[in-house]
């Protein structure tokens, strides 16, 4: 059964996720100010103080409703704040949820940092929440996150064409990917750990 505690903080050796609060605007705004180009592809852009104000009062807001849980990612490594990740579109009734929202400021990327928070958040959603299908999506002209969702596991479902507006202005196609709760027990934890085990 999904239930929404009030502080729910994932941790491993590299990562601590814990809840998004209205004070953290201090450690992602200079991501905000300093590079908007991380929000190309998303749908909404918190570029800006202004922006990035709004982005955290909706996602709090969202989790007040249950109907989102965002984090603040905590890269232990290096000691700093990385970025931000959350489940969305959460369905009690289905047992699904999906997984995204997901950004890093430019020298976390491709550091694994990812790979270690995705391990985290499926872990919760699978072996806590007990969900069957966890989704991910993507602008399907984002190569570099599609690359990383295959690479964590995810199957391919297909496009949905001109399915959404963007916040910046016209439409955009997404690509749609999924784990089932029987991929991640049968072989998507175990190979994604051993990913993180060797970065």
């Given amino acids: 059964m999904i239930t929404f505690p009030q502080n729910i903080v994932l941790e491993n050796e590299r990562a601590v996720l814990r809840p998004l609060q209205k004070g953290d605007i201090e450690f992602l705004l200079p991501y905000a100010i300093n590079e908007p180009d991380t929000w190309k592809y998303s749908l909404t852009s918190p570029a ?20 989102e849980y965002a984090f603040i990612v905590f890269d232990k490594s290096i000691n700093a704040y990385a970025g931000s990740t959350r489940f969305y579109d959460i369905q009690l009734n289905n047992l699904t949820t999906q997984l995204g929202y997901t950004w890093y400021g430019k020298k976390f990327r491709r550091s694994g940092l990812n790979r270690h928070c995705k391990l ?9 929440w007990g ?13 570099e996150s599609i690359k990383a969702m ?5 199957t391919v479902e297909g496009i949905l064409r001109s399915n959404t507006v963007i916040d910046s202005g016209g439409r955009r196609s997404s690509i749609v ?4 709760k029987d991929e991640w027990f049968d072989h998507v934890k175990e190979n994604l750990i051993k990913k993180t085990d060797s970065i």
């Fill in 120 to 128: 985290l958040m499926l872990t919760y959603a699978f072996e806590i």
């Fill in 150 to 154: 295959k690479s964590i596991g995810c």
């Fill in 177 to 180: 990917l999924s784990i089932l």
């Fill in 48 to 67: 800006g103080e202004t922006g990035m104000k709004e982005y955290i009062r909706k996602a709090i807001e969202q989790r007040e409703q249950k109907k």
């Fill in 131 to 143: 969900i069957e299908r966890v989704e991910f999506r993507a602008d399907a002209r984002n190569e």
